[in-house]
């Protein structure tokens, strides 16, 4: 009987919460037709239209002094607008200027690897116009390494089969003459007419019939690659055993590869990228064994036969390698996915399609799959949360009253996620302010929630005190470990205390990927009061110390991010420790936070045990909280504090030296270091690099 009241009770209390929420919803939902019809009325107005110039004008000059206001000077948006001229000109860097001088193409071509397998490149045909189908071939056989094989299907309708064929046949012609004046060369240019144009998927898996080489290649026939793209890809089959490869690549508009629209300097092999987003794209080269009992590409996933092939093949890939340098132009025309999604709509829905197709195989069910602002192929995957399991938050504290109530009070009013206990870790306070917070917490409505143990008394009862004052010395990590050792939740978040949450199911969010066996930390997307980024991930080796360094720092709270990737999950070597989410079991298995690190970095070192275990690290920009960024110790910037963290900073750069050294897999070696928007790493930077 006890049993059905307290069930009747939970029900109740989950009924009312709902019911809440769903108010507030409605609320919020009311207030934006208000505010849309307010808005329309205005746009509406003549004299409203009539007064766009000025309107304008006005914008403009805002802009300009936003960006003075962000660069700190006037000097700096100097920097800003030189900066991006000189990006501009580099572009010509990564086109014709990369191309292979005479003294480098004859080095490559006759470079001898102890591996040398022919590389089948398939191309399938339709109504290639002219232009790009003699660039297509040409640019193969400008390849500095000679063992390919061109393999072309052509369904061509009948008004462009016989020009394409024609063109075909006349640099076949010209082959055949190569290889009759060189008895050595391999390479050869195999054609196929097709009775029946069979899409994308269909015309390709012809061209496999075709293809006798051991690794496979796709090009598009509207493209062009880099003269050196199967030489960096044989060297890495010989130094890596490489069986997938891939590069990064350019957009480029019209016939000249240098006019280029988009630059994609990728990650390392990345699985939660790939769900959201097929970043690897172009140019893929594997090894033919990986098609063995599948199928290359799908008919049932046409206009996203690629996501879906790359999906599968990177499950049974051993060693998947990313060639770092730009090596395929992918021209954008009308018509082409290049220039807009738009103009194959179905290719969303094939998307969606491969990436579910791709998680049921994983054993993921009940997912949900949506497209983001970033783009309609850019994705946000829902997974399940498995049950209902205890969450430990653990909030590090010392005065900061105020702060401390705002984090406490967002967490509580916005969460709809309830299994959850607060674990408050008291360090140093002195204040009566805080002390009467303590109390309201343990006496008040949260006293069932919130648990405040003291990390002071329990260094000086366990004698580890070695301070010749009261005051125990500061270590963060330490209060954590304790925290945490205080802790009964089967996942544990680790919370500063000048946060606040915004976004209601931020728990879930986390949560979704800390209960996957192969996730280890999961952060949050935060910000700064005025909704600028201050988290998104941390990058390997970026800023001055040449430790860590949060991506995408002070951008818009609305920027898309490169590439979209503030829009979706993605794996990143560490996450910041303000909020950051771990199942308690993984948290043990790596001994929670390197006490060597008091004050900083310790979150990143955590996050590279993890790694060093084999777990992914995943950033989600679902999860959103503000951050009142470093209110509780004040910034790293001079005097004592500066030491210690060129201190730290050793002491990290040392313990990770070799995981330095080969640079983060999920940031690329194009970009700057120097800055956190995804610059490009350029000589010419230097002199702005301080701006």
């Known amino acids: 009987m006890s049993d059905s009241k307290d069930y009747q009770s939970l029900y109740e209390r989950e009924k009312l919460k709902s019911a809440e929420l769903a108010g507030r919803i409605a609320e919020l939902e009311d207030k934006n037709q208000e505010l849309q019809f307010k808005l329309d009325r205005i746009k509406n107005n003549p004299i409203w239209k009539a007064s766009t110039p000025a309107r304008n004008t006005m914008h403009w000059v805002i802009r300009q002094r936003d960006r003075i206001r962000n660069q700190g000077s006037l000097k700096g948006v100097v920097a800003k607008i030189k900066y991006k001229q000189i990006e501009k000109k580099a572009m010509t860097h990564y086109g014709t200027e990369s191309f292979p001088s005479e003294e480098t193409r004859k080095e490559q071509e006759q470079a001898v690897f102890e591996k040398m397998p022919m590389i089948s490149i398939l191309v399938p045909l339709y109504n290639t116009p002219e232009k790009f189908l003699r660039d297509m071939i040409e640019s193969v056989l400008a390849q500095t390494y000679g063992n390919w094989q061109l393999c072309l299907a052509d369904g061509s309708d009948a008004e462009h089969i016989d020009i394409v064929s024609t063109i075909v046949k006349e640099y076949q012609k010209n082959d055949k003459a190569l290889k009759k004046e060189n008895e050595g060369v391999k390479c050869k240019i195999s054609y196929m007419k097709l009775s029946k144009n069979e899409g994308i998927s269909g015309n390709t898996n012809h061209c496999l019939e075709l293809a006798e080489g051991e690794y496979i290649g796709l090009f598009d026939h509207d493209d062009i690659l880099h003269p050196e793209v199967l030489y960096w890809y044989v060297k890495a089959i010989n130094e890596e055993n490489a069986d997938y490869i891939y590069c990064d690549e350019t957009t480029f508009k019209g016939d000249d590869i240098n006019k280029m629209i988009t630059m994609h300097f990728k990650p390392d092999y990345a699985i939660d990228n790939l769900r959201a987003n097929n970043y690897i794209c172009h140019f893929s080269v594997f090894k033919r064994t990986l098609l063995d009992g599948t199928e290359l590409f799908r008919t049932k996933f046409d206009g996203s036969q690629d996501h879906d092939m790359i999906l599968r093949l990177t499950d049974r890939a051993e060693h998947i390698v990313h060639v770092p340098k730009l ?67 653990v909030i590090p504290n010392c005065e900061h009253a105020d702060d401390l109530r705002r984090c406490i009070t967002s967490i509580y009013e916005k969460s709809v996620y309830d299994e959850y206990e607060i674990i408050v870790v008291e360090n140093n306070s002195k204040g009566s302010e805080i002390k009467q917070y303590y109390n309201e917490l343990m006496t008040g409505a949260l006293k069932s929630v919130v648990k405040v143990v003291d990390y002071n008394d329990y260094v000086k009862k366990n004698g580890n005190n070695t301070a010749s004052s009261d005051k125990v010395p500061f270590n963060y990590s330490a209060i954590v470990n304790y925290g945490v050792a205080n802790a009964s939740g089967e996942y544990i978040i680790l919370l500063n205390n000048d946060t606040q949450v915004i976004t209601v199911n931020w728990m879930e969010e986390l949560l979704m990927y800390a209960q996957r066996q192969d996730v280890g930390a999961v952060g949050a997307k935060l910000y ?18 040449r430790t860590a360094g949060h991506s995408h720092y002070g951008q818009a709270g609305m920027n898309l991010g490169y590439m979209g990737r503030l829009c979706y999950a993605q794996d990143v070597s560490a996450v910041t420790g303000a909020c950051l989410m771990v199942s308690r079991q993984k948290y043990d298995e790596v001994g929670g936070f390197d006490e060597g690190f008091a004050v900083s970095l310790n979150d990143v070192d955590f996050c590279l045990k993890l790694r060093e275990k084999g777990y992914l690290n995943v950033f989600t920009p679902f999860a959103e909280l503000y951050h009142y960024e470093s209110l509780s110790r004040g910034l790293d910037l001079e005097g004592e504090n500066a030491k210690r963290y060129e201190k730290e900073s050793e002491h990290f750069r040392t313990k990770w030296k070799k995981v330095l050294e080969k640079g983060d897999p999920y940031y690329n070696p194009n970009f700057s270091l120097d800055r956190s928007d995804f610059s490009l790493n350029i000589e010419d930077y230097s002199s702005l690099r301080t701006q």
Do not use: M
């Not at 602002?373 to 498995?386: L, S």
């Not at 700064?528 to 110390?545: E, M, N, S, T, Y």
């Open 528 to 545: 700064f009061p005025d909704r600028k980024i201050q988290h998104a991930g941390v990058v390997l080796g970026l800023g001055a110390h």
């Open 327 to 393: 090596l395929y132009y992918w021209r954008s025309h009308a018509g082409s996915v290049a220039s807009d999604i738009s103009a194959k709509p179905y290719a969303i829905d094939a998307a969606k399609g491969a990436v579910a197709d791709h998680l049921r195989r994983h054993g993921y069910d009940h997912f949900k799959i949506t497209s983001t602002r970033a783009f309609e192929t850019i994705f946000k995957i829902t997974y399940e949360v498995i049950g209902t399991p205890k969450i430990s938050i």
